[in-house]
């Protein structure tokens, strides 16, 4: 394959994952490149009134990041799976009734079979706040922070280093759900399949201020880690939907395969380097592309 030059993350000084707004912990989670993203958003627009919008938005790391720093006015995010939909729905909605549960919820193995069954029983697909809690809280409490099919850390048996309760900071955990609560006028969640949120969005909001950041599950192996509603055909349609022009500003992040060199030959294509200390675990080749330069007058900001 074609060589393809290097954004390097280093260049583009970001939140520390401590520091992170986003109460969910993502398996490629792309809190990392709220630096990347900040700066290439000031080449873009000449104001910060700006809609970020996210149709595959999981935890939603880079989102957050950008409008807690003042870099977008309003976020409009989208997850077509309704454990992570009902997640967020349910802090955004009733925040205060999340917090009572962070604060009283058990943090034993007698608890996560429980939110665990909750997780898996449930099968409405309509928004359901016990469902939204139970995905949070598999979220925080197993390896990798894979809602489903993996074990909690410290092992079922609860004999590792760190126990189920390592990554569950009852008091961080309230205040980022209360920055979520106490923003909710600026941000928007919806379940619906990407193509639909693209079609509705482009249709309902001004061109001209929104830029939509695109983070497809991968191509190879993506229904490893969370829900993987994008067969080869979606994954074409996405990209038809991107190069027609109908949507202006992008960016897309894949996994480096030969469908996407593909389908996205004729657009700007960039290595993502990440390998720095605290993304070190990323083992496979990320890539990031951008709309060619004859659709986007800001092409040069990459
Ligand atoms: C790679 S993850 C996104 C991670 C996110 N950018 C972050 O930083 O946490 C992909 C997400 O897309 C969702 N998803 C999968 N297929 C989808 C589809 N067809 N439409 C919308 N969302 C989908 C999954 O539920 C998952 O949360």
Same mark, same amino acid.
């Given at each position: 394959?074609?060589?393809?030059?290097?954004? $390097?993350? +280093?260049?583009?000084?970001?939140?520390?994952?401590?520091?992170?707004?986003?109460?969910? @912990?993502?398996?490629?989670?792309?809190?990392?490149?709220?630096?990347?993203?900040?700066?290439?958003?000031?080449?873009?627009?000449?104001?910060?009134?700006?809609?970020?919008?996210?149709?595959?938005? *999981?935890?939603?790391?880079?989102?957050?990041?950008?409008l807690a720093d003042g870099y977008v006015d309003s976020l409009h995010l989208n997850d077509a799976d309704v454990r992570v939909y009902?997640?967020?729905?349910?802090m955004l909605s009733e925040t205060e009734r999340f917090i009572d549960r962070i604060q009283s919820v058990p943090l034993t193995m007698?608890?996560?079979?429980?939110?665990?069954?909750?997780?898996? $029983?449930?099968?409405?697909?309509?928004?359901?706040?016990?469902?939204?809690?139970?995905?949070?809280?598999?979220?925080?409490?197993?390896?990798?922070?894979?809602?489903?099919?993996? *074990?909690?850390?410290?092992?079922?048996?609860?004999?590792?280093?760190?126990?189920?309760?390592?990554?569950?900071?009852?008091?961080?955990?309230?205040?980022?759900?209360?920055?979520? *609560?106490?923003?909710?006028? @600026?941000?928007?969640?919806?379940? !619906?399949?990407? !193509?639909?949120?693209?079609? @509705?969005? @482009? +249709?309902a909001l001004n061109s001209s201020s929104s830029f939509y950041f695109i983070d497809p599950p991968y191509v190879k192996a993506g *229904?490893?880690?969370?829900?993987?509603?994008?067969?080869?055909?979606?994954?074409?349609?996405?990209?038809?939907?991107?190069?027609?022009?109908?949507?202006?500003?992008?960016?897309?992040?894949?996994?480096?395969?030969?469908?996407?060199?593909?389908?996205?030959? $004729?657009?700007?294509?960039?290595?993502?380097?990440?390998?720095?200390? !605290?993304?070190?675990?990323?083992?496979?080749?990320?890539?990031?592309?951008?709309?060619?330069?004859?659709?986007?007058?800001?092409?040069?900001?990459?």
């Amino acid at each position: 394959m074609q060589e393809l030059s290097t954004i $390097d993350i +280093r260049d583009f000084p970001h939140r520390h994952t401590q520091n992170a707004v986003s109460p969910f @912990r993502y398996p490629g989670g792309k809190g990392f490149l709220s630096g990347f993203l900040a700066d290439h958003l000031a080449k873009c627009f000449d104001s910060s009134r700006i809609t970020f919008l996210e149709p595959f938005c *999981g935890g939603a790391g880079a989102a957050v990041n950008l409008l807690a720093d003042g870099y977008v006015d309003s976020l409009h995010l989208n997850d077509a799976d309704v454990r992570v939909y009902s997640a967020w729905r349910a802090m955004l909605s009733e925040t205060e009734r999340f917090i009572d549960r962070i604060q009283s919820v058990p943090l034993t193995m007698d608890e996560w079979y429980i939110q665990s069954r909750v997780s898996t $029983d449930d099968t409405n697909s309509n928004y359901d706040f016990d469902l939204g809690f139970a995905s949070f809280y598999l979220n925080r409490t197993t390896r990798s922070g894979i809602v489903s099919k993996a *074990g909690p850390i410290g092992g079922y048996d609860q004999t590792g280093k760190w126990k189920i309760d390592a990554r569950f900071n009852r008091q961080g955990l309230i205040e980022r759900v209360k920055w979520i *609560g106490a923003n909710r006028e @600026r941000i928007k969640i919806s379940n !619906l399949d990407v !193509l639909s949120f693209l079609d @509705r969005s @482009r +249709r309902a909001l001004n061109s001209s201020s929104s830029f939509y950041f695109i983070d497809p599950p991968y191509v190879k192996a993506g *229904g490893r880690l969370y829900l993987n509603a994008m067969g080869e055909d979606k994954h074409v349609a996405l990209s038809d939907m991107l190069t027609s022009g109908k949507i202006t500003k992008w960016v897309l992040t894949y996994d480096d395969h030969p469908l996407i060199r593909q389908i996205y030959s $004729d657009q700007n294509m960039k290595t993502i380097d990440v390998n720095y200390s !605290l993304q070190k675990k990323r083992k496979e080749a990320e890539i990031l592309i951008t709309p060619s330069a004859a659709r986007y007058e800001s092409a040069s900001a990459l």
